[in-house]
């Protein structure tokens, strides 16, 4: 048989071309499902506009100082941090559960990893501040959402990590899914403890949260559709910020926690996944699964240096909150497991019933049998479909969601990782 001229040669040109498109697709889908690349955003001259604020760029001596100067601070850090954890077995135990999670998600892990480093649509290290880790990082959303001729809603991040081990790039799982959707996304990275306690990881996030807010329109965001999104230790720092500010623009004082200043009437939307509100409650709980009480009023001390649980409590400061301080919190989603071993379902709950006690718009959905990582982490990498990321969405676009994810881990492995999860 010959071609549609007559010629083996034409017909054999024509049959490679019928087998590369299929394939050429398959390697298309393939790319951007593994990477969250788009074939459109790959080599694209006009992700930001010129006047955005990008890192700057260093030489490898200036490169190489740095690098030094990080191994140096996280020792330190880390010997100082021995003295509070290493003691204990318990501790000891949730190390090894840990490893044992990360291990089995490791190749979910691992594509995050390709992505973070090496997509277009992530600009990493952003300074907001002067201090240490006052960095964030900006994932744009794809081109495709970009071209729309309008701009995108703006989600400002912050990450948990037990105020110990928390870091900007825990989010990027999230925030991949949420730009792949047309959200243009913030996530700060803040202080740690013993590098700094909770007046300044708060500080940080007010120093993020208010560059996210004056430079979102650089990057395509709207400023008029901001929601801040916390999650974890997350919640409670940007919980704490949010009543600060609050309370700074009624009566005009100047609080800890209210430096520097943001206006809270610029968020449309407040969004807690797993949250801590009651810190008090909590601290005999974090005590026996190893964040043991000596260095948890260590990290929850004043300017004084004295322990302010309570103080640090959002469930407690919106109690008997005045009626003008209130109208200036935006309304409030939570979303919170009931199997959650390291947040307890029952502080989600208290803190919901508190705040529309006052007056607070909020809403609390809770997903039966899910434990602290399962929304956020394996439900995700499980692939099907994103409940979390359906309920966010659907807040942020105030219309109902649905989406379905390519599986990133072998569901085998997930379920092993739940299993020994420490959260």
Known sequence: MTGMNGSP??????GREVLASPMARL??????RFSSFDDSDIDSKDIVPSEAVLPKEQGVSEILKRRLA???LISRLAWTLYGYLFLGLSWWVQLLRLIMFASFLMPGFSQMVFFYYFSPRVIRSVPYGVESRNVLDIYLPRRRWRRQGHPCPVVIYVTGGAWIIGYKAWGALFARRLSQRGILVFCIDYRNFPQGKIVDMVQDCNHGIS???NNCYLYGGDPSSIHIIGQSAGVHLTQLSLISQARRHVDGGTYPCSIPSWNPEKVVGYIGVSGAYNVVSLADHLHRRGLYKNLFSTL???PDGMPALEEFSPTFLYKDMPEDVVRMIP????????ADKSVPVENAIEFSETV???GCACK????????HTQPIVEDPMRGGRDKLMDDVLSVIRNEDCFNQQFPMVPNVLIKAATLVCPF
């Open 9 to 14: 040669a034409v017909a054999r040109d024509l």
């Open 356 to 358: 529309k006690g006052v």
């Open 364 to 371: 609390l959905h809770l997903y039966h049998g899910k434990s």
């Open 211 to 213: 560059w996210a807010m």
């Open 27 to 32: 390697a298309s889908e393939y790319r951007r």
């Open 331 to 338: 309304p409030m989603t939570l979303f919170h497991g009931t």
């Open 300 to 302: 929850m001390s004043g």
């Open 70 to 72: 990080d191994v140096y």
